[in-house]
């Protein structure tokens, strides 16, 4: 059985994957701080697969923890790295421990793969690398914009830093750079999904808090924008339909059908959907109301942004097929279910 290691594989993102990664038949190895994430999501994939996976409580910045991690277990041969912040506005106020979470994590797993025969590598990049667009929707040969924020900047760098890391030893390694757009929504069982912190930055965290009433008003971040109703524009994808595309890139590279030892895809449906659709689609899907208000801009914001995902599905050969509808249904159910959950 293929073992994977997914740092940050109790977060939102990394939980979903290891769900699906365990669906089809992968042995699992969590790293995870949980600075940003609860042990208990464990016992969601557990829930969902009957299998419980392999937890060790470690920050990826600890060089000689992540080596005895990987000494014991053998034989990892891929591993999916998400653990990293990912606050847009936190890291503009403490940069340095952006660069440091998000990029010395990086740099001690680049060098540890070699040291226990490690090859496969797949990296959570972000459509923020693309800044504002000139053409949409945006390819994955798009030019690389000047970063909006450090977070944003650490993306970039990272990127970079795996492909000086490959070229310098390709037979060493290979990686798939996976640059997300927005993910939202939970597991159709809703025992896992987002777990935000505090007041949720994100779109999708703060409509379901704001229409169980944790919020009082959700406010829509201008309406001003050069967009048909004046709302920034995005590309939401269900986070299962974004886990499923890691399984497919670690098989792939598993495989030998990468056609370069970094390739790079785009994760997005290719569909823009405005805050406003959003909010409407949500309210509708499921009969909820949402009281909102128009402010101004957020600062750092990008007018509209969503993906070409040609080559991921005709390349990489995976596809988002989730509705918005649905996807919006299973953020409400998650949000519900969480809800019971702690007034018990
Ligand atoms: C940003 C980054 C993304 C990063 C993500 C992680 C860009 C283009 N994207 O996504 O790389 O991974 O943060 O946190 O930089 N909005 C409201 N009211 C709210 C919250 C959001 O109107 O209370 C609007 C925003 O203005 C935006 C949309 O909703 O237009 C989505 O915002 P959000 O969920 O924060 O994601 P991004 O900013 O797109």
Not at 56 to 63: H, L
Not at 117 to 131: L, P
Not at 175 to 182: K, P, T, V
Not at 238 to 255: F, G, S
Request: aromatic share 8%; with cysteine; hydrophobic share 40%.
């Amino acid at each position: 059985m293929s073992k994977v290691l997914v740092t940050g594989g109790t977060g939102y993102i990394g939980s979903h994957t290891v769900v699906e990664l365990i669906n089809e038949g992968f042995e699992v190895v969590i790293v995870d701080n949980l600075s940003n994430s609860n042990v208990a999501v464990l016992d969601g994939i557990e829930k969902i697969t009957g299998v419980r996976p392999a937890f060790e409580n470690i920050d990826c910045v600890d060089y000689v923890s992540m080596d005895r991690m990987f000494a014991k277990y053998e034989n990892i041969d891929s591993i999916i790295h998400f653990a990293a912040s990912k606050a847009v506005g936190e890291s503009v106020e403490k940069p340095l421990m952006y660069y440091r979470n998000n990029l010395v994590s990086l740099i001690n797993i680049l060098q540890l793969m070699p040291i226990h025969k490690v090859r496969n590598f797949v990296f959570s990049s972000s459509c923020t690398v693309y800044g504002q667009p000139d053409v949409l929707p945006v390819t994955e040969d798009a030019p690389i914009k000047p970063a909006m924020s450090p977070y944003g900047n650490t993306k970039q760098i990272g990127e970079e830093i795996i492909r000086d890391t490959i070229h310098a030893a390709p037979a060493s390694y290979q990686s798939i750079i996976l640059r997300y757009f927005n993910p939202i929504g939970a597991h159709s069982t809703a025992e896992i999904g987002e777990l935000p912190n505090g007041v949720p930055n994100n779109l999708l965290p703060f409509v379901t808090q704001t229409a169980i009433g944790i919020r009082k008003q959700l406010q829509v971040f201008g309406d001003d924008y050069d967009t048909p109703d004046g709302s920034c524009i995005r590309d939401y994808i269900h986070v299962v339909d974004l886990a499923k595309a890691h399984v497919v890139a670690v098989k792939r590279m598993l495989q030998g059908k990468s056609l370069s030892n970094v390739e790079t895809f785009n994760l997005g449906t290719g569909r823009g959907l405005s805050v406003l659709e959003i909010l409407t689609t949500f309210e509708k899907v499921n009969e909820v109301k949402v009281p909102y208000k128009i402010v101004g801009r957020r600062e750092g914001d990008i007018e509209k942004v969503w993906a070409d995902p040609t080559i991921a599905n005709e390349v990489l050969g995976w596809k988002a097929t989730e509705t918005v509808e649905e996807t919006l249904r299973s953020a409400w159910a998650w949000e519900q279910k969480l809800r019971t959950q702690t007034t018990n």
